[in-house]
């Protein structure tokens, strides 16, 4: 990187030695090759950062927000079913009617009783 900016700044210095640009040009393009320059150097760090923290299994918070929401949401969504699923399982008291004792059945044991 510095052998870059050494010949880029050479490069440059030759041009206003021979005429061929104002030193106002060659601030103005130093300027806008060290912002260039700044900006692909924050996307490097930024990228190997990522590609650091992924390889240790991180999360990013923005990503455990998001997660941590759906997680709730999820949960919120299985108790109101559990709920629904228990009040619509509650058993119902069953009456039953008593079936009519047949007159026929009650004689045949008032008789047997009768011939002991």
Same mark, same amino acid.
């Given at each position: ?22 030193? $106002? ?9 060290? =912002?260039?320059?700044a900006? %692909? ?13 992924e390889?240790?299994? #991180?999360?990013?918070?923005?990503? #455990? ?10 949960? %919120?969504? %299985?108790?109101?079913?559990?709920? /629904?699923?228990? /009040?619509?399982?509650? =058993? ?6 008593? /079936?009519?004792?047949?007159?026929? /059945?009650? =004689?045949?044991? %008032? $008789?047997?009783?009768?011939? =002991?």
């Open positions: 990187m510095s052998n870059d900016l050494f010949s880029t700044l050479k490069t440059y210095i030759n041009k206003v030695s021979e005429g061929e640009r104002t030193p $106002q040009e060659i601030a103005a393009a130093v300027n806008t090759w060290a =912002k260039e320059s900006e %692909a150097l924050k996307l490097k760090i930024h990228e190997e950062v990522e590609a650091s923290v390889k240790m299994g #991180f999360v990013k918070r923005a990503e #455990f927000d998001r997660l941590s929401a759906e997680v709730s949401r999820l949960k %919120a969504s %299985a108790s109101s079913k559990t709920s /629904a699923a228990k /009040a619509s399982t509650v =058993k119902k008291p069953v009456v039953r009617k008593s /079936a009519p004792i047949k007159k026929r /059945a009650v =004689k045949k044991v %008032a $008789q047997k009783g009768a011939k =002991k």
